[in-house]
């Protein structure tokens, strides 16, 4: 069977890549999962200047899933570039995929900017969805704000540009319409959910930052029926984050209509879980009798 996708100029071996921040660099996990098997890898976000990130803790977990509130520590994106951080993703045969933030459009402008033709990378994502630091960086909860972003960033790229849409909205239609409508090549969706914990014996937010983005099983039903509803309106291609702990949870994202998927909270459960997905997914398609992805994607999708 063939498992392989395209978003624009990116082709992918097969539709399973890691949810950006879910391998921080892939530092510590580079010797423990091949990632020669991946579709793609997805890099941290890198912000636009250097940030400490949040006041720890910064996870906690809950009942169906964690919470983080990492904040984006980052070293800025010239000192990136100038580390040759990209460099190393490279060597590993997979296509790269960059993950990006910033506190205006201005900023993630300035980044596609120092960006444009380096050879190290693939896509970029543009990260408009971080629930962790304040009102000003959740641009993709303000419909205004995320159309003028990607279509400022879309004038100076040519790399293909995936928009990170936010969970925390009321209609995923709207952004995601909106994102097409300004260039995107296609959207993620989605980041985490706001939400907090609190610990009844000190009668505090377990969490630094007192909120933190919520991800696991506990927001899969809910970003399914999102990834649902934008497969209704989009004619660009839609990859879905959020839960995925089996294969058969990639495989519910592409009945609804996903191109492509990404694992985040599940990588910290089971480290070989992104392996397991991408041969679940070829033995779904070989039982079905079915040739390529093409022919299961959307076919839930009564909306289309
Ligand atoms: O670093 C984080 O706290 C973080 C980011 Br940038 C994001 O996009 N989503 C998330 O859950 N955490």
Redo the contacts with the bound molecule.
């Keep these: 069977t063939d498992l392989s996708v395209q978003i624009s100029t990116l082709q992918m071996k097969n539709p399973v890549m890691p949810a ?2 879910a391998y921080d660099y892939f530092e510590d996990n580079a010797d423990v999962f091949p990632m020669c098997t991946l579709g793609a890898i997805m890099l ?2 890198v ?1 636009r200047y250097p940030r400490p ?2 006041k720890p803790p ?1 996870i906690a977990e809950v009942t169906g899933g964690m919470l ?6 980052s070293i800025g994106i010239e000192e990136f570039l100038n580390k040759g951080m990209l460099e190393h993703y490279k060597t590993l045969n997979v296509p790269v995929v960059i ?1 990006i ?1 910033g506190g205006s459009p201005v900023d993630y402008v300035e980044i596609c900017k120092m960006l444009e033709g380096n050879p190290f990378i693939d896509a970029i994502e543009l ?1 408009l ?5 304040g009102t000003g ?1 959740q641009l993709a909860s303000d419909e205004v704000l995320l159309g003028r972003t990607v279509q400022s960033v879309r004038t100076v790229t040519s790399f293909p540009l995936i928009a ?1 849409l936010s969970p925390n909205v009321t209609d995923i239609r709207k952004t995601a319409k909106i994102s097409e409508e300004c260039g995107a090549d296609a959207v993620t969706v989605a ?2 959910y706001m939400g907090m914990k609190i610990d009844i014996q000190t009668k505090k937010p377990v969490l630094g ?1 007192i909120m ?4 696991g099983p506990a927001i899969k039903p809910i970003t399914l029926h999102m990834v649902y509803q934008a497969y209704s309106v989009l004619n660009i291609p839609i990859i879905a984050c959020g839960g995925i702990m089996c294969a058969s949870d990639a495989i519910e994202y592409i009945l609804a209509g996903a191109t492509a998927v990404q694992v ?1 909270a599940g990588n910290f459960v089971n480290p070989m879980l992104m392996k397991e997905v991408i041969e679940g997914i070829d033995d779904y398609l070989a039982k079905n009798g079915c040739q390529s992805l093409s022919d299961i994607r959307g076919i839930a999708n009564c909306r289309k």
């Design positions: 950006s921040g941290k976000s912000h990130g949040n910064r983080n509130s990492i904040g984006i520590p993950s933030s990260n969805s971080c629930p962790n630091v960086l990170k980041n985490t930052n933190g983005g919520l991800s985040g």
